[in-house]
């Protein structure tokens, strides 16, 4: 990674408990010795999880000392739970933050006073100037609630307008699809960092679950590949961190910033894909 000079990050989400804090201080720790540009840690539909973000945030970067982005999202909160939180977060020395609109909890009826990511960007700029960087969601295979990808890159560069600095993709397999996404981009005059999320393969039945939510394509090859391992979990992570590094590989030669992964609060599947593009 080093001859590429770019960055990498990765993403954790907060424990329900003892045990799994315990799990991601591990992680955490193990992961900062690649140096990361940042960790980020997510934020539960409509607001969730918002104590145990902040928490998390906190510790890790106490324990790490690597910068820790907080993810917030408008559905669900107000602009007072919010104007809270960024004070919160510029009082903890928080200097980024990863702008989402989130999503709809089953049966909330009040989505909120910020419907839409660019204006909970905007509000950030209109609330602490430049005090943040602004990380946002991009969706090289488009947001799965998108009418079109014209729309989809439409609502993109409405986020970037309002000033958000740079973004994270969703993951994704498929390196053609984020370059062609990038076209697009610079067609647009989209001109920020658009860093690719990567998501290690170490469970096909959860991965397959969490690709369907998302809109993520599994191409079939790897599909059939997948299934054909059975209980064989062994071969299976073996095949992933080929195939993922393999994809790291082709982002960094053309010219990707960086890598984001999103870990699953483990480290294991992830260094294994470091260690091979190093190799």
């Given at each position: 990674m080093?001859?590429?000079q770019r960055?990498?990050?990765?993403?954790?989400?907060?424990?329900k408990?003892?045990?799994?804090?315990?799990?991601?201080?591990?992680?955490?720790a193990?992961?900062?010795?690649?140096?990361?540009?940042?960790?980020?840690?997510?934020?539960?539909?409509?607001g969730?999880?918002?104590?145990?973000?902040?928490?998390?945030?906190?510790?890790?970067?106490a324990?790490?000392?690597?910068?820790?982005?907080?993810?917030?999202s408008?559905?669900?909160?107000?602009?007072?739970?919010?104007?809270?939180?960024?004070?919160?977060?510029?009082?903890?020395?928080?200097?980024?933050?990863?702008?989402?609109?989130?999503?709809?909890?089953?049966?909330?009826?009040?989505?909120?006073?910020?419907?839409?990511?660019?204006?909970?960007?905007?509000?950030?700029?209109?609330t602490t100037g430049?005090?943040?960087?602004?990380?946002?969601?991009?969706?090289?295979?488009?947001?799965?609630?998108?009418?079109?990808?014209?729309?989809?890159?439409?609502?993109?560069?409405r986020?970037?307008?309002?000033?958000?600095?740079?973004?994270?993709?969703?993951?994704?397999?498929?390196?053609?699809?984020?370059?062609?996404?990038?076209?697009?981009?610079?067609?647009?005059?989209?001109?920020?960092?658009?860093?690719?999320?990567?998501?290690?393969?170490?469970?096909?039945?959860?991965?397959?679950?969490?690709?369907?939510?998302?809109?993520?394509?599994?191409?079939?090859?790897?599909?059939?590949?997948?299934?054909?391992?059975?209980?064989?979990?062994?071969?299976?992570?073996?095949?992933?961190?080929?195939?993922?590094?393999?994809?790291?590989?082709?982002?960094?030669?053309?010219d990707?910033?960086?890598?984001?992964?999103?870990?699953?609060n483990?480290?294991?599947?992830?260094?294994?894909?470091?260690?091979?593009?190093?190799?």
């Amino acid at each position: 990674m080093e001859n590429y000079q770019r960055t990498i990050s990765f993403e954790f989400f907060p424990p329900k408990n003892a045990p799994a804090a315990a799990r991601l201080a591990h992680t955490s720790a193990t992961l900062a010795e690649l140096n990361p540009e940042f960790f980020s840690v997510t934020f539960g539909a409509g607001g969730s999880t918002r104590d145990n973000t902040l928490e998390c945030v906190s510790d890790i970067n106490a324990a790490t000392g690597v910068e820790v982005a907080p993810h917030l999202s408008c559905i669900g909160s107000t602009e007072d739970n919010i104007r809270e939180l960024l004070e919160i977060y510029q009082s903890k020395g928080v200097k980024r933050i990863v702008a989402l609109r989130g999503d709809i909890p089953s049966g909330m009826r009040d989505a909120g006073q910020l419907n839409y990511a660019n204006e909970l960007v905007e509000f950030i700029r209109k609330t602490t100037g430049d005090y943040f960087h602004i990380e946002v969601a991009a969706y090289p295979e488009f947001h799965p609630q998108a009418k079109s990808a014209q729309d989809d890159l439409i609502n993109f560069k409405r986020k970037v307008d309002a000033g958000a600095d740079s973004a994270l993709t969703q993951y994704f397999f498929n390196a053609d699809a984020y370059f062609r996404f990038l076209d697009d981009c610079s067609a647009a005059n989209i001109n920020i960092p658009v860093v690719p999320g990567i998501m290690p393969i170490t469970n096909y039945i959860q991965l397959a679950r969490f690709s369907d939510a998302c809109g993520a394509e599994i191409p079939r090859w790897i599909r059939r590949r997948l299934e054909g391992f059975g209980d064989d979990m062994e071969s299976l992570r073996d095949f992933g961190t080929d195939v993922v590094t393999e994809l790291c590989a082709t982002l960094l030669e053309g010219d990707a910033p960086g890598l984001h992964f999103y870990t699953m609060n483990q480290a294991t599947a992830t260094l294994a894909i470091w260690r091979q593009l190093q190799a």
